[in-house]
């Protein structure tokens, strides 16, 4: 790998700048009306894939936005490794909490970052880590030091539930089949201190509405006399919680596998500061279920959040009235053996069993997704561990992840494959929220590391 390494090392100016470009264009796709930036963007990968040597490169039409496939293969009896992504990104939303504007990617340094990082929406989640899978390749390909057979498959719509992923996976078994699937979504413990995420919470996403008179009412001559559903609302939901925070929907934890004192110990030994974390949002203290570390609340137990939530007047100055609606989005990230569709249905069923007299009560599932963990005895969790040692220099820390990448466990059921999650980005980054930024330390390490992940991979399967 020395002559990919001099490569990188050497392209580096020019893969940022690429990167940027990318940045740039709005793939936003829970809004339809950058649709053609999402198709732009697509286009855009496609190209990349094509000018670095990728064959076969497509823009699959989906029901919705496309997927792009490529891949090169050396030789059909050496492995195969299946590079997964997605090119679209989250609204930018609140914009005027950006300090520059969401799609104008600037480096600026910081705290985290004093080397620099890539301020944009998408820097991190996941254009920047998409991306660093591209150029690893391009490096391989023109020091001809490519170890393996790569496939890409590079999606539009992770943002929005991946509704058109799983149709696509199913129709194309042939073309998808591989030894292993390479995800980098996630993120590590810190720059020095390197981690592999080796399970995902899963999710269930509902939309509530309740709706009391049939029309907006003056509060003055019906207040107290008719049920206020942004009153009833609020009832409702914080009645989701216990004392010690603990879900209080009948059979939410029926499934839940509980880790053994032993595992909870490993999972102790990754550095955590409370006073740091604290800090970075900050508050004064941590809050969560109680029994439990925030390490452990934020990836082996599941929770249930409020995302958002709405109704009534919220213009400015006064509005006298009792809104005739109430609305709210609320996710909850499951753990093994947890069934999201299981798990929809027990809150639609508890939601509407309280809801008062006098009020009607609408429940929406949205997307949702199940839980999935990779075990660190496979040769691919040994060939990411011995890649991120070689880079980083010390062994990572094999993590569980609070988040959800729903697809995971689609892949396992329909290819039959695990997935290894090669993570670079850290929890300081801000995806999803304004300010989403993206070191250039982990942006040019992730493209150092991905290409010994390749190397270590084949000789571990041939030994």
């Excluded at 939901?237 to 029926?254: C, K, R």
């Excluded at 609305?327 to 939601?351: C, G, N, W």
């Excluded at 880079?391 to 290894?420: C, D, H, N, W």
Aim: charged share 25%.
């Amino acid at each position: 790998m020395e002559a990919t390494q001099a490569y990188i090392a050497e392209n580096k100016e020019r893969f940022l700048n690429e990167l940027l470009d990318l940045l740039k264009i709005p793939s936003i796709s829970a809004d339809p009306a950058y649709s053609g930036d999402v198709h732009k963007t697509a286009e855009f990968i496609a190209d990349q894939l094509k000018k670095i040597g990728a064959e076969n490169v497509e823009i699959c039409q989906t029901a919705g936005y496309p997927i792009v496939y490529g891949d090169k293969i050396i030789d059909p009896s050496i492995p195969t490794v299946l590079v997964y992504g997605h090119y679209d990104v989250q609204p930018a939303d609140p914009i005027d909490l950006w300090t520059n504007p969401a799609f104008e990617p600037i480096v600026k340094n910081t705290e985290i970052h004093p080397d620099g990082a890539i301020f944009a929406r998408g820097a991190c989640d996941d254009k920047g880590q998409m991306y660093m899978h591209v150029k690893a390749f391009e490096a391989m390909m023109k020091t001809n030091e490519l170890p393996c057979n790569v496939k890409f498959m590079i999606e539009g719509e992770e943002e929005v539930g991946s509704e058109n992923l799983g149709i696509f996976v199913k129709n194309n078994h042939e073309r998808l089949s591989a030894d292993v699937i390479l995800v980098s979504d996630t993120g590590m413990i810190a720059n020095d201190v390197p981690s592999i995420t080796t399970g995902l919470r899963g999710l269930s996403y509902v939309e509530v509405e309740v709706t009391g008179p049939n029309r907006d009412l003056h509060s003055g001559l019906y207040g107290g006399c008719v049920a206020n559903p942004i009153n009833i609302l609020a009832k409702m939901v914080a009645s989701l919680h216990d004392e010690n925070n603990h879900i209080t929907i009948p059979g939410f934890y029926d499934k839940v596998v509980e880790l053994s004192d032993e595992e909870r110990a490993e999972m102790a030994k990754a550095p955590f500061s409370k006073e740091a974390y604290c800090k970075a949002l900050d508050m004064e203290d941590v809050y969560g279920e109680s029994g439990y570390s925030t390490l452990e609340r934020g990836s082996i137990r599941p929770t249930l959040d409020v995302n958002g939530i709405w109704g009534g007047y919220i213009g400015e100055g006064a509005k006298t009235v009792i809104a005739s609606k109430a609305y709210a989005k609320i996710s909850m990230r499951l753990v093994p053996d947890q069934d999201p569709e299981e798990i929809t249905k027990l809150f639609m069923d508890h939601f509407m069993s309280i809801a008062p007299t006098g009020t009607k009560v609408k429940v929406t599932p949205h997307h949702g997704g199940e839980p999935a963990v990779t075990p660190i005895d496979s040769d691919g969790y040994r060939a990411a561990s011995m890649a991120y040692e070689k880079t980083f220099g010390k062994k990572p820390i094999p993590m569980r992840s609070g988040g959800s990448i729903p697809i995971v466990a689609m892949f396992e059921k329909e290819l039959g494959l695990k997935t290894i999650l090669m993570g670079f980005g850290l929890d300081s980054d801000a995806i999803h929220s304004p300010d989403e930024h993206f070191g250039l330390f982990n942006y040019y390490r992730g493209i150092e590391t991905i290409p010994y992940f390749f190397s270590y991979y084949r000789e571990l399967l041939n030994s």
